[in-house]
């Protein structure tokens, strides 16, 4: 059960392991769940976690994806099938499906939790306040997911069990740069992609990460330093032996 909001010393506790504090005429917002129990009266978990300021903060899941990010999110990927768009607002990304996608948005009276058609591929920008409830709607629904989001939506530990229970993996992260309307938080923004069965490795590109290698490649290059470096330490050892 949700817990009620509540005052408690200039902590306002929100529910669900959510806080936000006043300090100086600043609101501090939660950048992580933390229960009750460990907020202090300075905004401080005894963990040591602090309420970060977000000034820019504002509830509104109606942000449209700008149609430059929609098209690279689609080339990217390359979604086939019967694909949908559960909350296609504008159509922003549902323009550059392939044809015959389908698509949901609430405010033209197709609630996407009414949706029960199985599909191949949901590709999406989801309201982030809605986050979980989406998530585990589309991975009963399709076989590949591509959510764009903050990437630390996707770590909690509920919503990791959500995407095991339901047999999906993460196969892919791609970063990419926060578009000036969207909310400005200082969390990276990236497009998830869950596979269901997919047992490999994470694959992480954009921003310095393209190639497909992704975090394999990452590993590989810092245990070739690591050899490299031990070489070359040899190497001088025997010199100043020698010397």
Same mark, same amino acid.
């Given at each position: 059960?949700?817990?009620?909001?509540?005052?408690?010393?200039?902590v306002?506790?929100?529910?669900?392991?959510?806080?936000?504090?006043?300090?100086n005429?600043?609101?501090?917002?939660?950048?992580?769940?933390?229960?009750?129990?460990k907020?202090?009266?300075?905004?401080?978990?005894?963990?040591?976690?602090?309420?970060?300021?977000?000034?820019?903060?504002?509830?509104?899941d109606?942000?449209?994806?700008?149609?430059?990010?929609?098209?690279?999110?689609?080339?990217?990927?390359?979604?086939?099938?019967?694909?949908?768009?559960?909350?296609? /607002?504008?159509?922003?990304?549902?323009? &550059? =499906?392939? !044809? *015959?996608?389908?698509?949901?948005?609430?405010?033209? #009276? @197709?609630? %996407?939790?009414?949706?029960?058609?199985?599909?191949?591929?949901?590709?999406?920008?989801?309201p982030?306040?809605?986050?979980?409830?989406?998530?585990?709607?589309?991975?009963?629904?399709?076989?590949?997911?591509?959510?764009?989001?903050?990437?630390?939506?996707?770590?909690?530990?509920?919503?990791?069990?959500?995407?095991?229970?339901?047999?999906?993996g993460?196969?892919?992260?791609?970063?990419?740069?926060m578009?000036?309307e969207?909310?400005?938080? /200082?969390?990276?923004?990236?497009a998830? &992609? =869950?596979? !269901? *069965?997919?047992?490999?490795?994470?694959?992480?590109? #954009? @921003?310095? %990460?393209s190639?497909?290698?992704?975090?394999?490649?990452?590993?590989?290059?810092?245990?070739?330093?690591?050899?490299?470096d031990?070489?070359?330490?040899a190497?001088?050892?025997?010199m100043?032996?020698?010397?």
């Amino acid at each position: 059960m949700r817990e009620k909001a509540r005052d408690d010393g200039g902590v306002k506790h929100l529910g669900d392991g959510m806080a936000t504090v006043k300090r100086n005429g600043r609101t501090m917002v939660s950048c992580f769940p933390t229960s009750d129990r460990k907020i202090n009266r300075r905004g401080q978990s005894r963990a040591g976690m602090r309420f970060q300021p977000n000034r820019d903060y504002v509830s509104n899941d109606e942000v449209q994806t700008p149609a430059a990010l929609a098209r690279r999110l689609v080339r990217h990927f390359r979604p086939r099938g019967h694909v949908l768009e559960p909350c296609c /607002g504008e159509g922003r990304i549902l323009r &550059h =499906l392939p !044809r *015959g996608a389908s698509w949901c948005e609430i405010k033209r #009276g @197709r609630d %996407f939790f009414d949706w029960r058609e199985p599909v191949d591929w949901i590709v999406t920008n989801p309201p982030w306040s809605q986050i979980r409830s989406f998530l585990r709607h589309a991975l009963m629904l399709a076989d590949h997911v591509v959510f764009l989001l903050t990437i630390n939506h996707l770590w909690t530990k509920a919503r990791l069990r959500d995407i095991r229970a339901a047999d999906f993996g993460i196969r892919e992260i791609l970063l990419v740069d926060m578009p000036p309307e969207f909310p400005q938080s /200082g969390f990276q923004l990236g497009a998830v &992609h =869950l596979q !269901r *069965g997919w047992r490999g490795r994470i694959t992480l590109s #954009g @921003r310095g %990460f393209s190639t497909a290698r992704g975090l394999k490649r990452v590993r590989t290059r810092t245990s070739r330093k690591i050899r490299r470096d031990a070489k070359e330490r040899a190497r001088a050892a025997e010199m100043a032996d020698e010397r």
